[in-house]
């Protein structure tokens, strides 16, 4: 029996539950669990916990997460990231990083945010992208998050380069959008990648 915390670099385009499986399958073990679920669309850190170890999993997803992320400016998808069609174009202003690093402040500290329908969050016994699928939708309360950092880290003329520290239930989609919003257009997120779920550093990948 194998007991233990395995950090996957999870690669794009499997999901977490897609992950975890197949290390339960290379290790021969009976039980595996993940803790905190990356969409297929992101990379990064999935903590799976092996054995007696999926006791540990409630611990583990209380800790700080950081997150590289891409916002791609001027257009909206249903989904909130690129995998998702586009509900929505608007013109991308001109922005310098001034202008850009104001637009992030608000959303640092204790915020509020609206959970996105493509959510594994549930109504009445459903997931919400089960309904969001049939092209419904749901009205959903906004919940508390803490932002601890949020920083600019390269931009171009329809997109930006972010890094954000956050606590648990935090949706970077949502804040891309909402960020996007901020800065007078729409957008969605190119890319993602989990770089640490804390207190496991990156290198332990």
Known sequence: MTDGLLLLDKPEGLSSTQATQRVRRLLR??????????DP???GMLPICLGEATKLAGEVLEGGKVYEFRIA???????????GEVCETLDVPALDAAKVERALQPFVGETLQVPPM???????????????REGGTVERAPRPIHISRLELRDRGADWLDCEVACGKGT????????????LGTCGHV??????????????AM
Do not use: M, N
Not at 171 to 182: H, P, Q
């Open 29 to 38: 073990v009976d039980k595996a669990g993940h803790v905190g679920s990356l």
């Open 41 to 43: 669309l992101a990379t």
């Open 73 to 83: 400016l001027g257009s909206a998808t249903r989904t909130g990231d690129r995998e």
């Open 118 to 132: 493509y959510s594994a969050l549930k109504r009445d016994g459903r997931p919400l992208y089960s309904i969001a």
């Open 171 to 182: 949706y970077v989609r949502v804040l891309a959008e909402d960020i996007a919003r901020a």
């Open 190 to 203: 190119a890319r993602l990648r989990r770089t640490r779920v804390e207190p496991f550093p990156e290198d």
